[in-house]
């Protein structure tokens, strides 16, 4: 591609190539439960987003996006955010909501932290509510809103903290010009959760592998335990 591309009209004409194949691409029905970035945004918008992450995903891969072939996980990922029908319940952008895609067979292998207090509103809860330690302040639906905090709080710090969290929770939501407009779903909240420096510390590494957002596989990896496929 030129460096004076047109984004926008390249868009246009990777949706055109789009809809010979799939003329009803933009009648397919809802289904309950799930959505597709198509719908979720108006046609004029879903134009912007698609040229915005179509240059993005050309700054990375040196080409356009393949969704007939799929050749790689960064194809289905872009043919999953606006063509796929997402589930949305539980909604995969909520940290809150991720422990309810632990599948049942492994629950007994995997602790989620522990969320000690959550607000639709951006005050701090009184200190007597929280035992004294240190936490983790976060904003639920968003990315790089997040800090480490000890409790209790002093005054001026509360201050602080609540108008962070204000800005958080009044700030612009998170990958919506992106393409990633689960993040758009959902009440917003703040909230407090356990900090895991001491279970790092011990030298337990735990990782997942995810699959088009959802978790479809989870590898687990631990310095104790041989790798293992669940």
């Known amino acids: 591609m030129k460096k004076n591309t047109d984004w926008k009209e390249t868009a246009k004409k990777f949706l ?3 809809l010979i194949d799939n003329p009803s691409l933009f009648e397919a029905p809802r289904v309950p439960g799930k959505g597709r970035g198509l719908d979720y945004y108006a046609t ?3 134009l912007s987003v698609l040229s915005t992450t179509l240059q993005e995903f050309h700054f990375n891969h040196q080409r356009l996006p393949d969704l007939v ?9 872009f043919k999953m955010k606006f063509f796929n029908q ?5 909604n995969p952008a909520s940290k809150l909501n991720a422990r309810r895609y632990i599948p049942n067979e492994i629950k007994d292998l995997i602790r989620p932290p522990v969320c ?3 607000s639709t509103t951006p005050t701090l ?8 330690g240190t936490y983790w302040l976060k904003l639920d639906l968003g990315w790089h809103a997040q800090e480490i905090i000890e409790w209790p709080p002093s005054l001026a710090e509360r201050k602080r903290l609540n108008e962070k969290c204000e800005s958080w929770m009044n700030g612009h939501r998170h990958g919506l010009a992106n393409g990633e407009w689960w993040y758009g779903i959902g009440e917003q909240r703040i909230f407090l959760e ?4 001491e279970v790092i510390l011990q030298g337990t590494e735990i990782k997942f592998l995810c699959e088009t957002v959802i978790r479809k ?3 687990t990896w631990s310095t104790t335990r041989n790798t293992r496929d669940l």
């Open 69 to 77: 072939n799929l050749p790689k996980t960064c194809d289905h990922f």
């Open 194 to 197: 356990e900090d895991l420096s």
């Open 125 to 132: 809860p009184p200190d007597e509510e929280i035992p004294a």
């Open 86 to 90: 997402m589930l949305m319940r539980p």
């Open 116 to 118: 000690y207090w959550s």
């Open 44 to 46: 004029s918008a879903f």
């Open 217 to 219: 596989s989870i590898t």
């Open 16 to 18: 055109s190539s789009l």
